[in-house]
């Protein structure tokens, strides 16, 4: 079995957009042909001490996938998160391990580190969205939450979408958005940085939009998009009902995973307002050609993913792939 660190997975490659981004149009390829199994991830929340159910980002997610094709390959991604990590402790939000299986045995045959991995993959369904969805000539982009995972999603987009030009942010702490940009400044010498003031202001200006927050709590309104607008919603609490409702198309990556969790299109289905009749379609979906993406330049469309573990299992597989190829990694024995 070959374990790969965090270190292992970037000298693979692992860091990089370019490989996410050709392992996810792969895998929700397969995914909306059908070629997987996926059943739905169980959530682990341990109540506080007072008993009370903690902030909606506080837990351990099981996500286990079979994946067809060419990967042809299980796996399981057991990932933890803590909103409070980065502040209370000093330490990253999310951590976990992914574990790839043979399926001919299920034998297990790789360990590794997954936070990079998740990080890297959720950069790459927005980098699919922005693809699909966004209208021709976009330029400005519109960044909420600065943390880890913004970061990721600024340093694939603006690598794989040479014509950004303007990136506007917004933290709740504006120490964070300035660092933010200290941090990217010189590997995009093409782009203007603007720290705003609110995340009105910062939606107001995104052809493209993406909130990285943990929140759980809705605060962007239907109103603040400009035409044309595309959203990724990848923190998924972050967009008020109305928006759902008012968007032109409305875009998920899986529609039963969606749909639970007491998430915001669950809340509407529940209510009546939402089904997966008005679904404009999932984002395989598009990719295969089964499904139009954009189709004006005035749409506002909203992709909303929840995250497959297919799609961690794709992308964990085709690094384990090149750590193979280049000799990286150390080999644990299962049994001795």
Known sequence: MLYLSRQDIAAAGGDQPELYADVIEEALSLHAGGMYVQPLKPYLRVPGEDGKEGHIADRIIAMPSYIGGELNVSGLKWIGSKHDNPGARGLERASGIIILNDPDTNYPIALMEAALVSSMRTAAIT?????????????????IGCGLIAGRQLQSVCKLFPQVKDVHLFDIHTASAHRMVSLLVDQFPGVNWHVEPSAEAAVRCGDVVIPCTVTDQPYIKFEWLRPGAFVSNISIMDLHKEVFLQADKVVVDDWEQSNREKKIIHQLVQQGQFSRDQLHAELGQIVRGDRAGRERDDEIIVLNPMGMALEDIACAYRIYERAQEKGIGLTLPLYE
């Open 127 to 143: 980098t699919v969205g922005v693809k699909y969805l966004a209208k021709k000539g976009w330029s400005s982009l519109a960044v």
